[in-house]
């Protein structure tokens, strides 16, 4: 998640100078955008209006064609007003997606009006307004023709507005980095559409109206009332070939692009180090090194714990044989911060060789804490859940709720990753085993949606993945979204055999995986393999995860970036550190 800068000065100066007007519509569907059409096309100097080309970041403002009467002195109609984006939504969002639906379904609204308007500000129609002998251009008008905007009723100081830790602002911090593609296998590119939504019928339920690119008021919000996530309200109504892109991932250092992140191991320390792109060839990790003690450390692990975009530093340390405290470090765009304890008590698992954890388990936007570790008889082992509850209480979180016991000998785990290979925003969990006489098996669970009330909270843990062809020490796996689809995959380098390829285990719904190949290493630039540990970040903000190779190079290391392309990677950043290749683990 990313909180988007706070709106501007310049349209709260002008909306306090309108007099309000109160409008007898309602803040319901009838006033939906009018159907995609295709952008017209127009000679190259008028193809402009608000210049804004970039698909990642949402614009900064748009210009509104306002074409509604208003009360003199502030009249109003005819005239085209520059407004901060973030408050268009916002005002957009009051009349059209309501404080009173279901969260979920608001935050599916938020994405579809942000890009709607988004769309036409990247692709504009063109359309000009003659206004006291001067041109003026616009991207929207702010009528049903596209999308309902009254300031004077919804806008910032106005009864309506949403304010400030309403659902609607919630909404739409939560997405405000999102946006959807649709892929073309035809062209192999991804394509920026338009979105709208309509109504729909009032007898529509969840789903049943979908056509592939638009949403419906009625029936989604009978989703969002049935427990549906927005991930999965998108790709309801707009699949096939849906992405939903969310850029930045492992953003440590507060650039939006995703960082090399790893641990420096040396004797009674582990050091962060942090590389972060557009900086060539650093040497020694960057500022946002940060240094813990191993007395007593069992774990350690990464994720963004209070909701600013930014990758935290959480670490598990031991205060007997099953308690613990849980220590976390925020990053503040620069650097890790102080350590400040979070929890403390009764881990529930034997602390000795649990791992720690963080993902969502609510698909409530807020990162959560677990701990794997041993089962309570033999040959078992369990994960257990802390809640990150809210945002208010700075360190708080819930005591472990048992989330999955099951038959998996904890000394037969080779790795442990937590990911949402469903897709619908709760962290779903993979376990890599290495097969006993050759090969390599992934097994999976996933948290169950919408979440059970008490235990079991995931569904069958079973195998999803196996070759016994594969040479264990030469099989490297991380976990991240490589291809945007919503769902994490398991990427995965493979050696031996020739030259080393790139693979990804694609996400799907059950928790099942599906193989594609997607890249070869050259020849003339081969990478060892099993000596390279895998770690993942979106480093090139495109909203898919790429490869980050640590691999041993003389006495130091080579970092080695694979951005992640559809079917495809595209080779750099690539640099060399002075850390001991042996020393580092990417986190
Ligand atoms: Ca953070
Ligand atoms: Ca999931
Ligand atoms: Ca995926
Ligand atoms: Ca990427």
Redesign the pocket.
């Known amino acids: 998640m990313r909180r988007p800068q706070p709106a501007r000065g310049l349209f709260a100066v002008m909306s306090s100078l309108l007099v309000a007007i109160l409008y007898a519509l309602p803040a319901s569907a009838a006033i939906a955008p009018a159907e995609p059409q295709a952008a017209q096309s127009f000679d190259a100097p008028s193809k402009t209006c608000t210049k804004w080309t970039s698909t990642m970041t949402p614009p900064k403002t748009i210009k509104v064609l306002r074409t509604a009467s208003t009360s003199p002195p502030a009249k109003v109609k005819g005239t085209v007003q520059t407004v901060d984006f973030y408050e268009y939504v916002a005002t957009v969002m009051a009349a059209e997606w309501p404080e009173r639906y279901p969260i979920e379904t608001i935050k599916a609204g938020a994405i579809a009006t942000k890009q709607f308007a988004w769309y036409y500000i990247k692709y504009p129609r063109g359309g000009t307004k003659w206004k006291d002998g001067t041109k003026y251009c616009y991207d929207v008008l702010d009528s049903t023709v596209d999308q309902w905007y009254r300031p004077e009723k919804y806008g910032p100081g106005q009864s309506l507005w949403p304010a400030e830790g309403s659902k609607i602002r919630q909404a739409m911090d939560v997405t405000w980095d999102q946006s959807l593609r649709k892929y073309q296998y035809s062209t192999r590119s991804s394509r920026f559409f338009l979105t709208g939504y309509r109504a729909g019928s009032g007898s529509a339920t969840c789903g049943s109206d979908k056509t592939g690119f638009k949403l419906f008021h009625n029936s989604t919000r009978k989703c969002g009332y049935d427990g549906l996530k927005y991930r999965e309200i998108l790709r309801l109504y707009l699949n096939p070939r849906l992405e939903i892109v969310s850029?930045g991932a492992n953003d440590v250092i507060g650039t939006k692009h995703?960082d090399a992140s790893a641990m420096q191991h040396s004797n009674g320390q582990r050091t962060t180090r942090v590389w972060t792109p557009g900086q060539p060839a650093p040497d020694g990790g960057s500022n946002a090194g940060l240094s813990l003690s191993t007395a007593d450390l069992i774990d350690y692990a990464a994720g963004d714990l209070n909701g600013d975009g930014r990758q935290d530093l959480a670490w598990l340390k031991k205060t007997g044989s099953t308690s613990g405290r849980i220590v976390v470090a925020l990053s503040d765009g620069t650097n890790y911060g102080d350590a400040q304890e979070w929890w403390s008590g009764d881990t529930v698992v034997p602390v000795n060789g649990s791992k720690l954890l963080i993902g969502d388990f609510h698909a409530d936007g807020r990162q959560d804490v677990a701990i794997f570790g041993r089962g309570s008889t033999d040959r078992t082992s369990r994960l257990v859940v802390l809640k990150r509850s809210k945002y208010t209480n700075a360190t708080e979180l819930g005591n472990p709720v048992l989330w999955l016991a099951f038959s998996q000998d904890f000394d037969k785990v080779a790795s442990v990753w937590l990911g949402d290979l469903s897709g619908d925003g709760r962290s779903d969990l993979v376990v890599r085993q290495n097969v006993e006489g050759g090969g390599v098996r992934l097994k999976t669970a996933v948290t169950k949606s919408p979440l059970p009330k008490s235990y079991p909270r995931m569904g069958t843990y079973k195998a999803r993945f196996e070759d016994t062809s594969l040479i264990p020490s030469k099989v490297k796996m991380t976990v991240g979204d490589a291809n945007r689809d919503g769902r994490d995959d398991v990427l995965m380098l493979v050696g031996g055999g020739g030259r080393a390829v790139v693979e990804r285990l694609q996400g799907r719904k059950l928790g099942g995986l599906k193989r594609v190949k997607i890249w070869t290493a050259p020849k003339s630039d081969p990478i060892p393999v099993q000596k390279t540990r895998l770690g993942a970040a979106?480093?090139?903000?495109?909203?898919?995860?790429?490869f980050v190779l640590y691999s041993a190079r003389g006495t130091g290391t080579r970092i080695r970036i694979l951005?992640?392309r559809y079917d495809t990677v595209r080779q750099g950043p690539d640099w060399r550190v002075n850390i001991p290749w042996e020393d580092i683990r990417p986190y």
């Open positions: 850029p995703g979106d480093i090139d903000y495109d909203g898919r995860e790429d951005k992640a």
